[in-house]
């Protein structure tokens, strides 16, 4: 079955490859990518012209820029043209290649599943081979058993080793035909994993697509639903107009019928009273009431008639109103279907220019939360400045709040690097001034350490009696004997109360130099501290100022005529972040969005994870020694005492040992 599979994906991904057209693929995108060097180097050429341009009108008057304004205003606009073609142009040259390569598999497990499949196919050819001339050589030793299968019991050895060496042949091809097994085993694994993660990502990509879709159709079906219950509404009253219609027909034809048959009645009665007019005179006398009451009956049918005439016309009248009405409520719904579709189409038409909205609006969002939400304190001098505006409640405008925000973080960076250049002066100055305090104390050290060398060579030479080498001499002698000693320890006692007020006073000022050196070493702390913390502040501020002149020239980009100009002091400013501080910060803060340096801390992390408890420690041990200047001077330390511990062991040891033999020696014959 897997085997199958791979077929069948081997053939899918030939036929999407063969369809591609690799060749003529290369050739389009060559020959695109002629074209945008040609247009870089058309763009190189216009903005050095614009440039030259620019610099000309910097150095006309004041006067004369008016007039030269437009002139650099239309060239400016004519190369943000320019520019938006070449990018309307690589981005079609993108898309075109984004929509051939866009489902198009990975090459790589397959090229990989043929090369080890030639490699199975290479080792299953040398293992065969292997087996054949084992074979071979196991039909060489049974014909060799056979002839000497007569021989003596040299047969029997013969015919075990044999066993032996095909049991060992068999068991090497069933080794490596299991491991070969369970190689392609866990390559099909990893391919079957793999091409399921694939199938995930389509479906989540299709699960997407198909709500984007489920929504426009959503919207699209209340729009019809919609336009259904305005066609229904203009349906129903149509069939309400077509009932009364009929209604009112039905009524004139009911209307016509009735004056046909009293028209027929009222000839009929004109028959009969003409019949009557012509009988003979003596039956006037019963007939005369007939006629009379024929001639009422005939005046209730004129008047019927005549009522019934005029029902007619009001009912055509009635009729012709209701028809008026019908045609003119038919053409208003036609004109509101028509309306409806309309607005069915720009709604389409807006939707389809507004597909980024939720893109853009997320951006915004975020910007705006990020950016603006503690604007107070930052640009107070641009609230001052900007404070008609606000009493006139005109809202101000992305551009305007982008503007201030840039002036307010290059004044933020110049007081940043400002405050950086005072932090650094100050830590020289505390270095030179630390280098100096140390400089003193060497040389106090120095002079305190020769005082002291003197005081002892001084105190022994007082300190020795006066002795007299005349054992005999009068008490006079003696007396200047104990005159001299007292008044060399006189002298002694004042020299070492001189020595010993400067040895306090040496000790004090060591004190408090030690105190002054804490403190300095301190203050050299924070001041690194600041500094990194300033260098920290730098990288944020350039991450917002690059990601605001990458939001201002997509704005551009996207066709947005407004020209955002930064003033400072009334001249127009721009950080040049390619030279000088910019760069520096620009490597910095490259170097920390750097993805190698994340991969070589993990691998780093996961790879000590993965080491035992005792080789953890040891790793743990060897950086803390190397990390440290301290930690290394003691380990020499350590390492030179116990070599020097060991060194003289082992002399003593030896010394020790001849002293044992020396004494251990036999007293040789004739000896004392």
């Known amino acids: 079955m897997t085997s199958n599979i791979e077929e069948s994906v081997l053939a899918g991904a030939l036929e999407y490859w063969r369809g591609v057209n690799l060749a003529s693929l290369l ?35 004041d006067e004369q820029k008016p007039n030269e304004f437009k002139p650099l205003l239309k060239a400016y606009q004519n190369e943000i043209d320019a520019l938006t073609k070449r990018m309307k142009f690589a981005e079609t040259s993108f898309l075109q290649l984004f929509k051939s390569l866009s489902e198009a598999p990975d090459p790589e497990p397959f090229i990989a599943g043929l090369v080890e499949e030639r490699r199975l196919g290479e080792a299953r050819s040398s293992a065969q081979a292997d087996a054949a001339r084992a074979e071979a050589r196991v039909e060489t030793l049974v014909a060799e058993a056979a002839e000497l299968r007569e021989r003596a019991r040299g047969a029997e050895a013969l015919q075990r080793q044999l066993d032996a060496l095909q049991a060992g042949v068999d068991a090497a091809v069933r080794e490596q035909t299991a491991q070969r097994e369970k190689e392609i085993k866990e390559q099909s694994e990893d391919l079957v994993k793999h091409l399921k993660d694939r199938e995930s990502d389509l479906q989540r990509q299709l699960s997407a697509a198909n709500r984007r879709l489920a929504l426009v159709q959503s919207t699209h079906e209340s729009q019809e639903a919609e336009r259904a219950e305005l066609s229904v509404s203009a349906d129903r009253e149509l069939i309400g107009k077509l009932a009364e219609l009929d209604i009112v027909q039905s009524d004139l034809d009911h209307s016509n019928a009735r004056l046909v048959e009293v028209q027929a009645q009222n000839a009929k009665l004109r028959a009969e009273l003409s019949m009557l007019t012509g009988d003979s005179s003596s039956a006037n006398g019963g007939v005369a009431e007939t006629l009379a009451e024929y001639r009422r009956r005939l005046r209730e049918l004129d008047e019927e008639t005549a009522r019934l005439f005029a029902s007619l016309e009001k009912a055509e009248a009635e009729l012709s109103h209701q028809q008026a009405r019908y045609s003119a409520a038919l053409g208003s719904a036609e004109r509101e279907a028509h309306a409806k579709d309309e607005q069915l ?13 939720d893109e853009i609006k997320r951006d915004l969002d975020v910007m705006k939360s990020v950016e603006f939400s503690a604007w107070g304190q930052d640009n107070n001098l641009s609230d001052n400045e900007d404070a008609a505006d606000d009493d006139n409640g005109e809202a101000e405008s992305l551009e305007k709040l982008l503007v201030r925000r840039n002036k307010a973080l290059e004044n933020r960076l110049t007081d940043t690097k400002n405050q950086l250049a005072e932090r650094q002066a100050d830590l020289l ?25 003197d005081l002892l060579q001084v105190q022994p030479a007082a300190s020795k009696p006066s002795i007299s080498n005349d054992e005999g001499g009068s008490d006079a002698i003696e007396m200047n004997s104990l005159g001299g000693s007292s008044a060399a320890a006189a ?68 066709g947005d005529s407004t020209s955002i100009a930064i003033s400072n002091g009334g001249r127009q400013g721009q950080i040049d972040m390619d030279t000088g501080v910019g760069a520096k910060y620009k490597g910095m803060y490259e170097e920390s969005l750097n993805p190698f340096n994340a991969f070589h801390r993990r691998e780093t992390s996961r790879r000590v994870r993965s080491m035992s408890i005792l080789d953890r420690l040891i790793y743990m041990f060897s950086n803390f020694v190397m990390g440290n ?32 033999s020396h004494e251990r020696a036999p007293v040789p014959p004739g000896g004392p």
């Open 345 to 357: 189409q720009q709604l389409r038409a807006e939707l389809k220019r507004c597909a980024d909205y």
């Open 491 to 558: 002298a002694n006692s004042g020299l070492l109360e001189i020595v010993t007020g400067q040895r306090d006073r040496f000790r004090q000022r060591n004190i408090e130099l030690d105190d002054e050196l804490r403190a300095q070493g301190a203050c050299s702390s924070e001041l690194r501290r600041q500094v990194e913390q300033v260098k920290q502040d730098n990288l944020r501020l350039y991450e917002e100022i690059k990601y605001l002149r990458s939001y201002t020239s997509t704005m551009s980009s996207n």
């Open 27 to 61: 050739r389009e995108l060559d020959e695109a990518g002629l074209a945008i060097v040609d247009n870089q180097k058309t763009s190189l050429q216009e903005r050095r012209r614009l440039a030259e341009k620019t610099k000309e009108f910097r150095a006309v008057s």
């Open 429 to 453: 100055a505390v270095q030179e001034q630390c280098q100096a305090l140390e400089t003193t104390l060497a040389q106090k050290t120095v002079l305190a350490e020769r005082l002291e060398a």
């Open 629 to 660: 200047r301290r930690a290394r001077m003691a380990m020499l330390l350590y390492v030179g005492l116990l070599h020097l511990l060991v060194v003289a062991t082992l002399y003593r040891s030896m010394l020790q040992a001849d002293d044992s």
